[in-house]
């Protein structure tokens, strides 16, 4: 199965391709994980992308086509994926369709998660992980079970995105506004486009993605 969820920062799209990619063998591919990894590596395409990152705004469109095309021609892609962050502009999504055909696949699903801004900024500055082992949480409505403890791992070390701020959200909405936002009517167009209701709880939109996707 190939899948893309899109949505507005903060809509659930790592929480819930990680249920996705657990429950169905895919592998998620996210291009925004793919960049911090390569930031807190100090590679040479993470000291040119760290900046930008940091505003908010979105990296050229060559530059995310190319990262993505490698990683999904990978051995664990293979059995199927699900894109998160990826693609966020008509371009990459053009650059997306001629990738998927010239390697004779095809997109099952196109998943819009819809959100309110207001919503996202306060979901977003509340969100902090586990630096061993990437769970997600929130201060407000998804904390860990024990202060402290990483549900997941027993990890006890915590850290929070460098674009997690008030004033980088507003940034990162605008930007999902003016460029991403668009594609919903591409997709409506193609005929592969679901839109589910981002606003629920994380179990409840976790419970429509499997009811789309069974
Ligand atoms: P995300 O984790 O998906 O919110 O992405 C974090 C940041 O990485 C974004 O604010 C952009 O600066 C950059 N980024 C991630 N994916 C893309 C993309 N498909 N196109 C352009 N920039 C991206």
Known sequence: MYLV???PPGAGKGTQAKRLEAAYHLVQLSTGDMLRAEVA???????KVKDIMKTGEL????????MISGRIDAADAKAGFILDGFPRTIPQARALDAMLEGKGLKLNR????RADDEAMVERITGRFSCVSC???YHEKFNSTKVAGVCDACGGARFDRRADDTAETVRARLQAYHDQTAP???YFE????????????AIDDVTRQLREVLD
Do not use: C, H, R
């Open 110 to 113: 196109v998943i819009e998660l």
């Open 189 to 200: 167009k193609k005929g592969n486009l679901l839109s589910i209701d981002g606003m629920a």
């Open 41 to 47: 590596s100090g590679s040479t395409l993470g000291i």
């Open 5 to 7: 969820l899109f949505g």
């Open 183 to 185: 594609l919903i009517s």
């Open 134 to 136: 990437g769970a997600n």
């Open 59 to 66: 990296l050229p469109d060559a530059l995310i086509v190319d």
